[in-house]
């Protein structure tokens, strides 16, 4: 029989006496404070099952019966930590439409044809207006109906994203750094957090991120690019995606920032160059229109960017107060979940190959974190 784990460490310790994997540590300190013991029991039930216990008290200890159990092992063992932690797992929201209904693949073939700037607003519009008298089209009004199309439109977006001939052809082609706000706000802050994000349009993958508060907006957009710049010169895409040219850049300036003429050096790196001014509602709109409403499991409130109170915010959504570490720990996890599938899908496309580095996309990131650390109070 083995003996009984006294604190999570010591948990933690008998099951990886060599310690987590980089991955599993995301996982695990990604965890909110309210799942952390539930996890730490199921983890605790099944490990001691797996190595002789008799498994019928462990499995009532945490509340399962026989099936539920088994499950848990199971899962444990083809999906480590994740395997115990309830919901992790669970599927996204599917459309009603049939994959092969005609206007999906309309909704595909737009897209596909369409340049990778254009939102879904309008890109919805235009399959409205192409589509014609579609009886598969849900909505009573134009409102609805444009609602109806959206939401296609960004489910056939994030199914695009992992397309490999589509990734050889638009990977690299236009890179955003945006700013928004998110339902969590830092112990001792008023305000919801913030997390600056350098995103490839065409995968919606996350190059680069730093989490933290409104007040360090330029500074965490400085810290996005350079990881950015770090994780592009780690992974160094191969030969074998068509895009070769300079990036497009669409840049959000942080606040309190005007309207700033770019130097030669970021002008020469990019194809062409888009740089908004802070406002209200010029946050977070880049990344909703590439990737929809959350990253990971988190929603993401483009528009509560700017200044916007816990208490007021919170009348309608739900906010998770956490220490500065959990925070974090938090959203790298819900991070990491969002770009696992699209690296996949990159590297299926082959476009991670070891050969050379792509000098285009890293003489961008470079001229951005030279003009970033340029700006004032930085």
Same mark, same amino acid.
């Given at each position: 029989?083995?003996?009984?784990?006294?604190?999570?460490?010591?948990?933690?310790?008998?099951?990886?006496? %060599?310690?987590?994997?980089?991955?599993?540590?995301?996982?695990?300190?990604?965890?909110?404070?309210?799942?952390?013991?539930?996890?730490?029991? =199921?983890?605790?039930?099944?490990?001691?099952?797996?190595?002789?216990?008799?498994?019928?008290?462990?499995?009532?200890?945490?509340?399962?019966?026989?099936?539920?159990?088994?499950?848990?092992?199971?899962?444990?063992?083809?999906?480590?930590?994740?395997?115990?932690?309830?919901?992790?797992?669970?599927? /996204?929201?599917?459309?009603?439409?049939?994959?092969?209904?005609?206007?999906?693949?309309?909704?595909?073939?737009?897209?596909?044809?369409?340049?990778?700037?254009?939102?879904?607003?309008?890109?919805?519009?235009?399959?409205? %207006?192409?589509?014609?008298?579609?009886?598969?089209?849900?909505?009573?009004?134009?409102?609805?109906?444009?609602?109806?199309?959206?939401?296609?439109?960004?489910?056939?977006?994030?199914?695009?994203?992992?397309?490999?001939?589509?990734?050889?052809?638009?990977?690299?082609?236009?890179?955003?750094?945006?700013?928004?706000?998110?339902?969590?706000?830092?112990?001792?802050?008023?305000?919801?957090?913030?997390?600056?994000?350098?995103?490839?349009?065409?995968?919606?993958?996350?190059?680069?991120?730093?989490?933290?508060?409104?007040?360090?907006?330029?500074?965490?957009?400085?810290? /996005?690019?350079?990881?950015?710049?770090?994780?592009?010169?780690?992974?160094?895409?191969?030969?074998?995606?068509?895009?070769?040219?300079?990036?497009?850049?669409?840049?959000?300036?942080?606040?309190?920032?005007?309207?700033?003429?770019?130097?030669?050096?970021?002008?020469? /790196?990019?194809?062409?160059?888009?740089?908004? /001014?802070?406002?209200?509602?010029?946050?977070?709109?880049?990344?909703?229109?590439?990737?929809?409403?959350?990253?990971?499991?988190?929603?993401?409130?483009?528009?509560?960017?700017?200044?916007?109170?816990?208490?007021?915010?919170?009348?309608?959504?739900?906010?998770?107060?956490?220490?500065?570490?959990?925070?974090?720990?938090?959203?790298?996890?819900?991070?990491? =979940?969002?770009?696992?599938?699209?690296?996949?899908?990159?590297?299926?496309?082959?476009?991670?190959?070891?050969?050379?580095? %792509?000098?285009?996309?890293?003489?961008?990131?470079?001229?951005?974190?030279?003009?970033?650390?340029?700006?004032?109070?930085?």
């Amino acid at each position: 029989m083995t003996r009984n784990a006294q604190t999570s460490e010591d948990l933690i310790s008998l099951i990886w006496p %060599n310690g987590m994997t980089d991955r599993e540590q995301i996982v695990f300190n990604g965890l909110l404070p309210s799942k952390r013991e539930v996890v730490l029991k =199921r983890l605790e039930a099944v490990w001691r099952a797996e190595n002789g216990e008799p498994w019928e008290p462990l499995a009532a200890s945490i509340g399962l019966g026989r099936a539920a159990f088994y499950n848990l092992r199971k899962a444990w063992r083809e999906q480590s930590i994740e395997g115990v932690i309830p919901y992790e797992r669970r599927a /996204a929201r599917s459309l009603e439409t049939p994959e092969d209904a005609p206007i999906r693949r309309l909704a595909r073939n737009i897209l596909r044809s369409a340049d990778l700037a254009s939102g879904n607003s309008l890109t919805a519009r235009r399959l409205l %207006n192409e589509a014609g008298d579609d009886a598969t089209i849900r909505g009573s009004t134009q409102q609805t109906r444009l609602q109806w199309a959206e939401r296609l439109i960004r489910h056939e977006r994030r199914r695009l994203a992992l397309d490999p001939q589509f990734l050889q052809k638009n990977f690299a082609k236009r890179i955003i750094l945006d700013l928004t706000a998110i339902p969590i706000v830092i112990e001792g802050d008023e305000e919801l957090a913030v997390v600056a994000i350098v995103m490839d349009t065409a995968s919606g993958l996350i190059l680069g991120d730093c989490f933290g508060t409104i007040d360090d907006a330029a500074e965490l957009q400085l810290v /996005a690019t350079r990881i950015a710049l770090a994780f592009v010169e780690d992974m160094r895409p191969g030969l074998s995606y068509d895009y070769t040219g300079y990036p497009d850049l669409d840049l959000i300036l942080p606040p309190s920032r005007d309207a700033i003429n770019p130097p030669a050096s970021l002008l020469a /790196a990019s194809r062409s160059l888009e740089i908004r /001014a802070p406002g209200t509602y010029a946050y977070g709109q880049q990344i909703v229109q590439t990737v929809g409403p959350k990253i990971g499991r988190i929603p993401l409130a483009p528009r509560k960017t700017l200044s916007v109170q816990r208490e007021k915010f919170a009348r309608s959504r739900k906010v998770a107060d956490l220490d500065p570490i959990e925070a974090s720990a938090f959203w790298q996890r819900e991070a990491l =979940r969002h770009n696992e599938p699209i690296l996949l899908a990159l590297e299926k496309a082959g476009l991670l190959r070891a050969d050379r580095p %792509n000098e285009n996309l890293e003489a961008l990131l470079f001229a951005l974190a030279e003009f970033l650390a340029s700006l004032p109070d930085i």
